[in-house]
Structure formats: structure tokens, C-alpha cells
T-cell receptor, first 113, second 112 residues
Framework: NAGVTQTPKFRILKIGQSMTLQCAQDMNHNYMYWYRQDPGMGLKLIYYSVGAGITDKGEVPNGYNVSRSTTEDFPLRLELAAPSQTSVYFC????????????FGPGTRLTVL | QKEVEQDPGPLSVPEGAIVSLNCTYSNSAFQYFMWYRQYSRKGPELLMYTYSSGNKEDGRFTAQVDKSSKYISLFIRDSQPSDSATYLCAMRGASGTYKYIFGTGTRLKVLA
């Protein structure tokens, strides 16, 4: 099992550019999440999904979009990148019942200049 | 007031010390409590999980939840240099609520 994989590992964007952060999991988890982690701010939930075709906003959804067409994939789209979106982005997945354990990917470090 | 408060540290202790890490929270609806460990430039990994109040022990780690005081703790016994990491508390409300609230994390350094 690869677990949760994220690509790319690093990216530098110019203001106004767009990009998609990829996330995939091979554990057949229904629940998937996108977080951003800023220094001293902890993890903030951007979007989450409870299954293919179902997504919902988290705490900080502005400037982002998601889709969930398959159980495995949960891409995060940034439109019109802004310096405030400079952060480390983590994707996670979990079982729908049980221990609440979220399995995190290795993260994508994004800088917007 | 933040929903979850956690001292960012850093906390430096000698090898073998007992470490106490804490979070306070304001939302009385929180029922599920977790501690994650995050090594530098890695994703968080679950360390401990508790439901409602009480203690849970796993090897050198003990998690405590005091819902009356809205206070959770993680104790690490016989701390090792390999325990040096950032520790994040996380919590959520009742079943069906999938929005986890994370603390800011406490950076721990265990000195050999």
C-alpha cells in the first residue's frame, strides 16, 4: 500500500496563476480531506469529502475548489493564486467509522510570489 | 477565543524525562480527542485516540481527557530523542461531524 500520495512535493507559482494539487489514496477510504498548515497556525480544513461526488467546505475554502469523481482521487484546485495561499498543503483520508484515524500524505509546499 | 488552544513551545527536556503536553478547548460539543505526532517536513501521524473523558495508555504514552475542565493532556514517559517532533491535538464533535479542529502544535525537543 502506498497510503496517501500527493504531487507535486514543491511548487512556486506567480500571482494569478492556477494549479491543481493531486491527492490519491489506495486504502479504499470514503473520507478525504484537504488541510493547509501555516507556521504557528495549526492545520486548517479547506474542503472535505465523504464519498465520490460529495464534497463540502471546511473552515477556509475561499480561493479553492475540489472535485471527487472517484473514491481514490481528491484534487484541490487553486484559481488565481495569491501570496496568502503560500502554505504547506496536506491531504488526508480516513475510514467512515471506527477510530477516526486520518492518514496524511507527505504534503505539498506551495509558494506564491 | 480560539476553539482549541495549545502552547507552541518549544519545549526542551533531557532524555528520560516525563513530558506533559496539553490543550484546552472551548466547545463542549467535542467528544473525540486525538494526538498526532509530526516530524519535520512530514505529514502528521496518529499517536493516541480517546472518546469522551478518561485515560488511555499505549506503551510510553498516556492520553487524558477531562471534559469538565475542557482540558486534554498527553504524557510521554522515558522520553527519547526520537520523540523530538511537533505534537498536535485534534478534536471533533458527535458522530456525523467530520470537521476536525486542530491545535497549533507544541514543538518538543528531547536532548540526548
Amino acid at each position: 500500500n502506498a497510503g496517501v500520495t500527493q504531487t507535486p512535493k514543491f511548487r512556486i507559482l506567480k500571482i494569478g496563476q492556477s494549479m491543481t494539487l493531486q491527492c490519491a489514496q489506495d486504502m479504499n477510504h470514503n473520507y478525504m480531506y484537504w488541510y493547509r498548515q501555516d507556521p504557528g497556525m495549526g492545520l486548517k480544513l479547506i474542503y472535505y469529502s465523504v464519498g465520490a461526488g460529495i464534497t463540502d467546505k471546511g473552515e477556509v475554502p475561499n480561493g479553492y475548489n475540489v472535485s471527487r469523481s472517484t473514491t481514490e482521487d481528491f484534487p484541490l484546485r487553486l484559481e488565481l493564486a495569491a501570496p496568502s495561499q503560500t502554505s504547506v498543503y496536506f491531504c488526508a483520508s480516513s475510514y467512515d467509522t471506527g477510530r477516526d484515524e486520518q492518514f496524511f500524505g507527505p504534503g505539498t509546499r506551495l509558494t506564491v510570489l | 477565543q480560539k476553539e482549541v488552544e495549545q502552547d507552541p513551545g518549544p519545549l526542551s527536556v533531557p532524555e528520560g524525562a516525563i513530558v506533559s503536553l496539553n490543550c484546552t478547548y472551548s466547545n463542549s460539543a467535542f467528544q473525540y480527542f486525538m494526538w498526532y505526532r509530526q516530524y519535520s517536513r512530514k505529514g502528521p501521524e496518529l499517536l493516541m485516540y480517546t472518546y469522551s473523558s478518561g485515560n488511555k495508555e499505549d506503551g510510553r504514552f498516556t492520553a487524558q481527557v477531562d471534559k469538565s475542565s475542557k482540558y486534554i493532556s498527553l504524557f510521554i514517559r522515558d522520553s527519547q530523542p526520537s520523540d523530538s517532533a511537533t505534537y498536535l491535538c485534534a478534536m471533533r464533535g458527535a458522530s456525523g461531524t467530520y470537521k476536525y479542529i486542530f491545535g497549533t502544535g507544541t514543538r518538543l525537543k528531547v536532548l540526548a
